[in-house]
C-alpha cells in the first residue's frame, strides 16, 4: 500500500482498510482544518489504485470494510469509481461496507442517479462534513457551500439509498453566533434526515487559519458550559420525520459530554443529560483529556 502525507479517517472507519483515491481535499479553504493543508490536490491513477487493492489483497486474509480516502473521494469520474468498487468486490466477497467522504459539491454534480449506480455497484455510506445549518457561519469558515446545497446533497445522498453520515461541529460560531448556529443547524439536520449525525466539538491546531483569527481577537471560544446550551438548543430544534431514524452521536475525543442515541426515540434523554451536565460542570470533559 503507498500512501501520500498524513492519512484521514471517520471515527467508524477505524479497522477499515485504507485506499487512498485522492491525496488531499479539492475544497481545503475550511478555516477550521488543518487535514490538508500540507498537501497539494490530485487525483491518483487509476492503475496505482487497483495495484494498492492488490497488495492488499495480498497482504490481509479478510477485510470487512473499505474506506476511500482522502478527503472527497466523490470527485472521482463515476466510471472510475465504479471499476474500483467492481475490484474491492472481486478482490473482497467478504467487504460488508465501502466508504468514502464526499463534498456537497461533488455530491450535487453526480446526482441521484449517478448516486444510485454508485450504490449498485457497492458504495455503502457517505461521509459529509456540513459543519454548521447556518449560512453567517459557513460563510465566515469558507466552506465553499450554503446550507441549502449541503441540505440538498445529502437528501440526495439518502434518496439513492446510502446512508449519509452528517458531521457538525460544536462551537463553530464562537460566542458570538452560537444561537444561530444552533437553531439553524437542527433545522437542517430536520429537513435533510440524514441516518447518521456526528457532532464534534471545535479543536484549534494552529496549523487552522482560525487560529490566528482567535490570537487577533476576531473570534471568541465558546466555553464548555456555552457548548452545552448550544447542544440544547440544537437538539430542540431536531425533529427528525416519523418513520426515519437519525443515529445521533457526539462521542468524538473532542467532545465535553459523551451523548448517543437515536433520533427522534431518545431525543428528551440526550436533553436531559445536556440539562443534568449543565448544573454539574464536573460531568465535562477537562480541556487536557479532548483530543482531535
Not at 475550511?30 to 500540507?38: G, L, R, V
Not at 468498487?85 to 463534498?103: D, H, K, M, Q, T
Not at 444552533?182 to 484549534?204: D, F, H, N, Q, W
Request: glycine share 8%; with cysteine; net charge negative.
Amino acid at each position: 500500500m503507498r500512501y501520500e502525507g498524513a492519512i484521514y479517517r471517520p471515527p467508524s472507519e477505524a479497522y477499515s482498510l485504507i485506499v487512498q483515491v485522492t491525496v488531499g481535499c479539492a475544497h481545503n479553504d475550511c478555516t477550521f482544518c488543518s487535514m490538508f493543508k500540507d498537501k497539494q490536490f490530485h487525483v491518483r491513477k487509476l492503475a496505482d489504485i487497483l495495484d494498492d487493492l492488490a497488495d492488499a489483497h495480498r497482504a490481509y486474509r479478510r477485510v470487512g470494510r473499505v474506506f476511500l480516502a482522502d478527503g472527497d473521494a466523490l470527485v472521482l469520474p463515476e466510471d472510475e469509481l465504479i471499476t474500483i468498487l467492481a475490484r474491492i468486490r472481486e478482490l473482497f466477497p467478504e467487504c460488508e461496507r465501502i466508504g468514502v467522504y464526499g463534498s456537497p459539491q461533488d455530491v450535487l454534480r453526480k446526482g441521484e442517479n449517478s448516486l444510485r449506480r454508485l450504490r449498485e455497484e457497492g458504495l455503502g455510506i457517505v461521509y459529509i462534513g456540513a459543519e454548521s445549518g447556518s449560512d453567517n457561519v459557513l460563510s465566515a469558515v469558507k466552506k465553499g457551500a450554503a446550507s441549502a446545497e449541503i441540505t440538498e446533497a445529502v437528501r440526495l445522498i439518502e434518496r439513492a439509498g446510502i446512508p449519509a453520515s452528517v458531521t457538525f461541529i460544536s462551537g463553530l460560531a464562537g460566542a458570538d453566533g452560537w444561537e444561530d448556529h444552533a437553531v439553524k443547524t437542527g433545522r437542517m439536520i430536520t429537513e435533510s434526515a440524514p441516518s447518521y449525525v456526528g457532532l464534534l466539538t471545535l479543536m484549534v491546531d494552529p496549523a487552522a487559519p482560525i487560529y490566528y483569527d482567535i490570537k487577533e481577537g476576531r473570534f471568541t471560544l465558546l466555553p464548555a458550559e456555552g457548548v452545552v446550551d448550544e447542544t440544547i438548543l440544537m437538539l430542540e430544534n431536531i425533529d427528525i420525520p416519523a418513520g426515519k431514524t437519525c443515529v445521533f452521536r457526539s462521542n468524538h475525543a473532542s467532545n465535553y459530554l459523551s451523548l448517543k442515541g437515536d433520533l427522534p426515540r431518545d431525543k428528551e434523554a440526550l436533553l436531559s443529560r445536556l440539562r443534568e451536565a449543565r448544573g454539574d460542570g464536573a460531568m465535562l470533559k477537562d480541556e487536557r483529556f479532548r483530543l482531535l
